[in-house]
Structure formats: C-alpha cells, structure tokens
C-alpha cells in the first residue's frame, strides 16, 4: 500500500505490536501511524508517539520483529498490502 501523505511514494508496512495484540499500519519516515488498513488516509495518521503514549508506552524498535524492523529501515523488500 503506498502512503498518501508522501503522494503515494513510499510503501505503508503491516506491523504486529504484541504486547498490544494489535496490528498497526505506519510509515516511519513520514511520522504516520494509522491502527486501521479502512482508515488509510492523507488526513487520518497519527504520529507514533501520539498512538503510543496513549497506550502508556513508548514508541521503540524493540516493539517490532526483526523482520519488521529490517523493512521500515529499507533493508529488505518485504511490504505488507
């Protein structure tokens, strides 16, 4: 899925938050965060921090799998639709 608020240029990716039990979709360079594939939108993310801390958590790499990881930081191909 591209990311509408970079027009469409960068790929929005699927991460699994466990301590969570909850999917969210985000793109870190974009500061975007969205909990709903349905709500996607150039007006609708909220920044991590913001999504996090409501949560009382901090927003952290160490949340994500390596693999998750690895793909927000470009390392690797894999994206989530």
């Known amino acids: 899925m591209n990311c509408p608020p ?3 240029h960068n790929t929005v990716f699927n991460a699994a938050i466990k301590l969570l039990a909850t999917d969210v979709y985000i ?3 974009c500061d975007a965060l969205w909990a709903h594939p349905d709500t996607i939108g150039p007006y609708t993310a909220v920044p991590p921090q913001l999504f996090f801390g409501a949560q009382h958590m901090a927003a952290s790499p160490d949340l994500l799998t390596e693999e998750e990881l690895a793909a927000l930081q470009g390392e690797d191909s894999l994206s989530y639709s």
């Open 27 to 29: 793109r870190e360079s």
């Open 6 to 8: 970079c027009n469409g």
